[in-house]
């Protein structure tokens, strides 16, 4: 089967040309561990928390860590000592207040970007309270008396409400904690204090009880869950055991009605019901609507709580002339109730609204997204009020991405710069959600090439993005769904992506074994009109329709509302199990194997099969799978030529060679070659290849195929990874130089490492850079595999995840240490690919000083007619906080002049920071659009232009070379595969 069944002895490798020291010059002083950006974060998310006015996001997870994001790239990172954090708020726009598992509560300044003060009250905190224009903080305890603390000063104020259940209403009953605390959203000066079987209004400024809300059914008094005010103040609604809701008149203490959360009463059905644990009343953007949005009491207590329950209760009575009946109507018959699925396998624990600029009602003013936190800390994103659920990555930083939903693999590859920036341009992304803060300064480094981050999703969606996103002050993101690809909503989760950067090519697979080719090009399915888009979306497709073929064409299912991006061109639908490993070259072929021992070899020209059979006929070692891929372009033994070469690792550490090579036919055949046992241990984890006289990579490429109808004849040398081992090769004469390891190989690659010679001039050298299992990254030279530099771990590693690490040829590495996290590092001196330096400590700024918090909302003239009294922020001081001290932070100086006082104030904020030079924010303008001058388009326009002229004539001469056997194979890789990729960015 096999031209060569023998390796030639090491005296034969002599006579060929002598391995060049590819790492010649290169010192140890050269190379340095830092971090570029960070993606994702550290731990499990557990809880939430949004500022309307400020537009940031904070995000707290087990590992302790806040992250606060805002507009594009902007982050920043808090680290605090306790691990679990239960309860986050903004308060003023400047301040986070945050309760911790142990019942401390931190104060953070967004201004400072520190921690301020920490307190720790006297007991256990059951829940807490606050206002986005007070300073003052309602927390509840165990004990079920409120304290009251004061921000601004690090304050414990004496003003107590002792427990009001045990005090006036149930005296013989055990304590009960604070269930809920919520200040009236009309009126600063009452609070609704709920305990388990009593909620009462309480007043600050008559200091008492003004009404007590008490649900009897018999001598049964249903414990309290939940008490929340209507955004009205003028209602409100109690949530008890068994999900039954009661809405209440607060200013008499009526009931109104009673009714249930679902229509049946859980008493008499056969299922038990989860419980209500969180309630939102939201305020419609008209003003006189409202809405009800709950979590829990819908699902099966087996299950956990997989959906939300929204009650549209619409335009809400007028309170002076609507009567107690015509109220109970309007609560027990609202005008429309739905339950909004969450399909995900985890429960839901906690929801957020993001509110739509104004801070006030609880953070829940007319929001257009509810985030949707789930028990294993992903995320769904819900659009409100439709319930529909979107995975839109733009819509959010890229950190936030990973769990969003959850990341189940990633790939890192670098792409040719200027290529890279016009195809960026056709996905330029403005629809984000958060728009706060302001990135700081980035150092520049200089490179011919950008690294590009891909993650694959349980959904079926693949994200491209920059992985030097933190070098950018705004950056876009490619969202490819392979799920709306074909169809299909089962078994959709990726688990490989390859990506060609020169040909801009995408291959995806997902669990089914499924595996879809993607092109970047124009839509021509692309269209504006709905009808056409609503047809498109329910067009009957499925794989399964097409039970005889492999390669299905699936042209027609791009999506039409993107007019450029990645479209789908081809599905591989082989029915061999799942992929073991997936690559698509950069000269038009992709290689898939499957866990079965398959492998399958598309030529994308056409497309076509050119080769499918199984390991087990051409191993000589019985492997049962390949791991690993690599396209080579390199001269094999004594062959006096180059060829396209198939290099595959197998499980059980064995390379096999496969020649791919022009046939008569006018089509491309593949040829098992040779196949050897590598390494000491399998399966092979990396493979690469590089020139033993330039040390430069051999993976084939366009620019390698423009010599190869002149007899290039490049001899090189493959670098095998092994589980614990690596080895150097030359194929079909040597085996030479060996290394072996203390912990298993997680990734390993060629990087070029620029430098200046000893006569001052540039020069180029290559090293091995390897990361190993435990996360320690090893420097290595080539080709006597020599270590030139060690780097402990960077952080606590999962070894899982950091096999998904990705090494780069510009000296980046992707390094993955966890689930939800991983890091951009380069391993090259700064100095020696920066052009500007930075101060390291700089981080992004998110407090902006000059954006208004509008005034609080308060009651008409009635409501003060019928005996409210009217307190002011500055009398709320004086009753709780008399005799405090001095402020005690210029945080609160910055804030108080951000507050609105008068209700005839119109706020419109902008968040382009100018207050002086430092917030001056000046749009980005290398997006633009404008003609003439010579701009970053231009430039690729005229690079692009040449390299597909070249190109073409590259396919030309091979086909020629080959007898003339390619002339319609060619065509295509030179026209079509490029020219159909960019002629929209460079005007062909």
Partial sequence: MFKSKKLKTVSNAIKSVASKDASNGISSKMFELSEVSRYGMNGKVCTFAFDPVQSLLAIATDSGEIHVYGKQQVEVVFTLEVKAIKEMRFIKGIYLIVVDAKDSLSVLSLHKKALLASFFPPGKITCIETDPSLNWVLIGLQSGATIVYDVDRDYLSPFKIENLQKSRFFKREPLSPVVSLQWNPRDIGTVL?????????YSFVENDVKQQFIHEEGENVPKVLHSVFHPNGLNIMTVHDGNCLVFWDSNTGQKIVSRFLLDEDPLITSTVSTSIFKVAWIQEKDENSTSLLFAGGSGDATTGDHSLTLINLGPTPIYTVTSYDKMATYYAQPVSQKIIPVPNDASIINFLPLANGNPYYAGNFAPMVILVLLDDGEIETLLYPSGSITYKASLFPQSISWIRPAATTSYATSVPKKTWLGMMSATYNRDYILKGGYPAKKTLRVHDSRSALSTGHTNGSVRIWDASHGELDESSVFDVNVSHSLNTSQSVAVDHISYAAETAELAVSIESGDVVLYKFQVN???????????????????LNDKPHEILVDIRDRAPNNIREGFMPVTAVHARKGRVSSLCNSNVGFVAIAYEDGTIIVIDRRGPAMIYMDSISKISKVRSSYVSQFEFTIMEYGEDGYSSILLLCGTDAGEVILLKIIPDPSGR??????????????GPIVSLATFSKESGSSCRASIPRMQQLSKGLRVQAQIVISGRTDIRLITPGKSKDTHRIFKYPIAVSGLSIVPFLNAKNEHSIATVLVTVLINGEIKVLSLPELKEIKSFAPLANVHSKYVKESGVLVNGDIVYRVSKTEAFLLTVIKKSSTTSQSQNSEETDSLYNPNLRIKCRPYYNSLQWVRGSIYCKPEDLD???????????????????GTISLSPEEKTHN????????????QAPVRHSAKSGGYGPLRSISRAMQNGMDSIEDTFNDYATAANETMNDATDQIGKDLIKGAFNSKIGL
């Fill in 193 to 201: 204090i709920a305990y388990d079987k009593v909620t009462v209004l």
């Fill in 524 to 542: 021509q399915f692309f269209t504006s009109q709905k009808d056409v888009a609503l047809e498109m979306n329910f067009r009957r497709f499925s």
């Fill in 668 to 681: 491309f055949t593949v040829q098992p070659y040779d196949a050897l046992k590598a390494t000491d241990d």
């Fill in 878 to 896: 004086h009753l709780l906080g008399e005799g405090r001290p001095e402020q005690k932070y210029e945080e609160e100086k910055i804030a108080k």
């Fill in 910 to 921: 902008t968040h382009e920071l100018s207050a002086n030079g430092r917030y001056q924010y």
